[in-house]
């Protein structure tokens, strides 16, 4: 069942990092339901600090759910956009739950070491470490080159400074057309 998989993997987690369940272990007892398209689970918070699945007809405390959007952004960047996040109930046990999950951290190099022994797990991961910085490091340089490309080339994105001429020339209109609605005023006054 997928609901007991995930709370499989979030105990899985947990173990690998002690703070949570013992912020956590004040929680015992309750209930809380996570909502993030696709899954929506019901996860009862144990005496030690772990999850377990909670019953169809269990009382619900506190509810947190994000839209489609905000969950994927939270699953390939890691940030929360905390202003569409939704929670109902208990905000406490909302809040500590959600700091929780946020911050729990996979120490894969170590699961991965059971599977193939400590050496090989490190040089796997260190690969790993190095391909996702030279990719990332591409990546800019690649953005780089596509802003000079349309700033200078094929002019798409306009430069600081010329916004900035630009705005202080808007300004001086502004103030110019200020100044003469004001003189027009005036002769309008006088006549």
Same mark, same amino acid.
């Given at each position: 069942?997928?609901?007991?998989?995930?709370?499989?993997?979030?105990?899985?987690?947990?173990?690998?990092?002690?703070?949570?369940?013992?912020?956590?272990?004040?929680?015992?007892?309750?209930?809380?339901?996570?909502?993030?398209p696709p899954m929506q689970t019901r996860l009862f918070i144990?005496?030690?600090?772990?999850?377990?699945?909670?019953?169809?007809?269990?009382?619900?405390?506190?509810?947190? *759910? #994000?839209?489609?959007?905000? !969950?994927?952004?939270? $699953?390939? +960047?890691?940030? %929360?956009? =905390?202003?569409?996040? /939704?929670?109902?109930?208990?905000?406490?046990?909302?809040?500590?739950?959600?700091?929780?999950?946020?911050?729990?951290?996979?120490?894969?190099?170590e699961d991965l070491s059971h599977l193939i022994g400590d050496?090989?797990?490190?040089?796997?991961?260190?690969?790993?470490?190095?391909?996702?910085?030279?990719?990332?490091?591409?990546?800019? *340089? #690649?953005?780089?080159?596509? !802003?000079?490309?349309? $700033?200078? +080339?094929?002019? %798409?994105? =306009?430069?600081?400074? /010329?916004?900035?001429?630009?705005?202080?020339?808007?300004?001086?209109?502004?103030?110019?057309?200020?100044?003469?609605?004001?003189?027009?005023?005036?002769?309008?006054?006088?006549?």
């Open positions: 069942m997928l609901t007991q998989l995930n709370a499989q993997i979030l105990n899985h987690l947990l173990s690998q990092n002690s703070w949570a369940a013992d912020r956590l272990r004040r929680f015992a007892g309750k209930t809380i339901e996570l909502s993030l144990l005496d030690r600090g772990e999850f377990a699945i909670a019953p169809a007809d269990a009382e619900v405390h506190a509810r947190m *759910s #994000l839209p489609p959007a905000a !969950a994927l952004r939270l $699953l390939t +960047e890691g940030q %929360l956009d =905390a202003t569409q996040l /939704h929670i109902d109930g208990d905000t406490e046990l909302a809040t500590e739950v959600g700091k929780v999950l946020q911050n729990l951290r996979w120490e894969y190099e050496i090989p797990a490190h040089e796997l991961v260190s690969f790993g470490r190095r391909a996702a910085a030279e990719t990332m490091r591409q990546a800019t *340089s #690649l953005a780089g080159m596509f !802003a000079e490309y349309w $700033l200078e +080339e094929q002019p %798409l994105i =306009a430069k600081r400074r /010329h916004l900035e001429r630009f705005s202080r020339e808007v300004d001086a209109l502004r103030d110019d057309t200020e100044r003469l609605a004001k003189r027009l005023e005036k002769l309008e006054q006088a006549l």
